[in-house]
C-alpha cells in the first residue's frame, strides 16, 4: 500500500497521514459514526473496507492529535463517469466536534489530494448539501473547487439532493479564491432564485435552512434545483459562496469548464 504523510503547520497540534494499521481503520469507522451520529447499521463502515479503499485507488487519511489520538477522518475511492472521465471521489470527511474550527477539515482534504495525486488521479470531486451555506464557502471559495451538477436524491431517498462539486488537483498550491464583487441586494424572497448581473449569476440560500418548515425547505430545494440545472446548462459552474448578512448567503456562477 502506498504511504502518504503530510503534516500540518507546525505548533497546530496535529498532523494527517494515511491510515495503515487495522486498529486505526476501526477507530476511523468509529468516529465517523459518532461525529454524525449514525447509529443505524446501513450507514456504518468497516475497517475491512476501508483497508481495500486505501489498497485499490482510495483513501483513508487520519488527523492525529500530537498525543496520537485520531482527531478527524477522510475517505474516498476511484470513480468514472458515465463518459470515460476518472477522478477520485471524496466520500465522506469528519471532525471531532471539539476539533472543529482549527482547520483540521481543510488539512484532511490536502492530504487526500496528495493521495489522489500518487494514484495518478488530477481532480477529485464530492457531493455536499446545497442548502449549507457554511460548507459551500470552504468547498468553493476556501479550496477552489467549483459546482458543476445539481442531483436530486443523491443517496436514493427524499431529502438528500447534493451539489456535485469538482476540484482541479493539477493546480501548483489550492488556495483561497479572491473575495467576489459585491453580490446584489439579495433577501429572503429571493432564494433559492438565479439573479443574472454584470459579474455572473448570484443564487441566494438561507443561513439558517433549519428554521424552515419541511414544506418550504422542499419548496426551496425544487428552486434551487431549477436554478442551478439552469446555472449549468448554460455552462457556468458555481465559483464561490458567501454570506451577505445573517439570514442569506449566496452563490456566484460564471462561465467555466463542467465536469473534469
Known sequence: MP????????G??????????YTEFREAAALYARVFAYTESEYALNANLLTALARNGGSAIGAFADDGALIGFAYGFAGCDTDGTLFHYSQAAAVEAAQQGRGVGQALKLAQRAVALRWGQRTMRWTFDPLLS?????????????????????????????????????????????????????????????VAAPDGTWIAIPVHPGRLSPAEREALRRDLERSMTGVFHRGEVLVAATRLDDQTAVYRATPGEGPA
Do not use: K, M
Open 3 to 10: 504511504h502518504f504523510s503530510v503534516a500540518a503547520d507546525a
Open 12 to 21: 497546530i497540534g496535529y498532523g494527517c497521514r494515511e491510515l495503515t494499521q
Open 134 to 194: 457554511r460548507n459551500a464557502h470552504f468547498n468553493l471559495s476556501s479550496l477552489g473547487a467549483v459546482g458543476i451538477a445539481f442531483e436530486r436524491d443523491y443517496y436514493a431517498r427524499p431529502d438528500t439532493d447534493r451539489l456535485v462539486v469538482s476540484w482541479d488537483l493539477t493546480a501548483a498550491a489550492p488556495s483561497p479564491r479572491a473575495t467576489p464583487p459585491s453580490a446584489p441586494a439579495l433577501g429572503p424572497d429571493d432564494w433559492g432564485r438565479a
